[in-house]
C-alpha cells in the first residue's frame, strides 16, 4: 500500500519538487497539497493521511501552530516539519509539539534520499 501524504508549503516551488520526487519513488500517493496553514489542517482532517510535510513559515496559519490541530484531527499522522533551518528555535519546538521528523528545505540531500528516510518512518509498522 502506498503511504498517503499531504504537501504543505507555500512555495509551488517546493511542492512541486516534493510531489516529483515522492510520485517518482513510487511508495507514495499525493492525497492533497495546501499553500497555507488552514489548508494543511483542513487537507489532513478530511484524507487522514498517513504523513504530511509541513513548512513552519506559512501564511494564514503557521506550522507550529498547525501541529496541534493536525494531532488532534489525525493523531496518527506523521508531520514531517520542512524548514530553512534545523538549528531555529522554532524547529525544536516542533518537535515538542508532535512533529515527527525535520528536514531541512535545500539541505545535501537528494530529493530521492528524502523519499527514503520518510519510507523508513514506515517501515517498521508494516
Known amino acids: ?16 519538487m516534493l510531489r516529483m520526487a ?3 519513488d513510487g511508495r507514495f500517493d499525493i492525497v492533497g497539497e495546501a499553500s497555507n ?7 489532513v482532517s478530511e484524507h487522514k493521511p498517513d504523513a504530511v510535510f509541513l513548512d513552519l513559515v506559512m ?6 501552530h498547525a501541529i496541534p490541530r493536525i494531532k ?8 514531517v516539519v520542512l524548514s ?16 515527527t521528523a525535520m528536514v531541512q528545505k535545500g539541505g ?5 534520499e528524502l523519499a527514503g528516510e520518510v519510507a523508513q518512518l514506515f517501515a517498521a509498522e508494516t
Do not use: F
Not at 59 to 64: A, N, Y
Not at 108 to 112: K, L, M, P, Y
Open 59 to 64: 501564511p494564514v496559519l503557521d506550522g507550529l
Open 84 to 99: 530553512v533551518a534545523a538549528s531555529h528555535p522554532s524547529s525544536s519546538e516542533a518537535m515538542e509539539l508532535g512533529a
Open 72 to 79: 488532534e484531527s489525525s493523531p496518527e499522522t506523521k508531520i
Open 22 to 24: 515522492l510520485e517518482w
Open 108 to 112: 545535501a540531500r537528494t530529493t530521492q
Open 1 to 16: 500500500m502506498p503511504i498517503r501524504v499531504v504537501l504543505a508549503d507555500d512555495s509551488d516551488d517546493v511542492r512541486e
Open 37 to 43: 496553514g488552514e489548508e494543511a489542517v483542513a487537507l
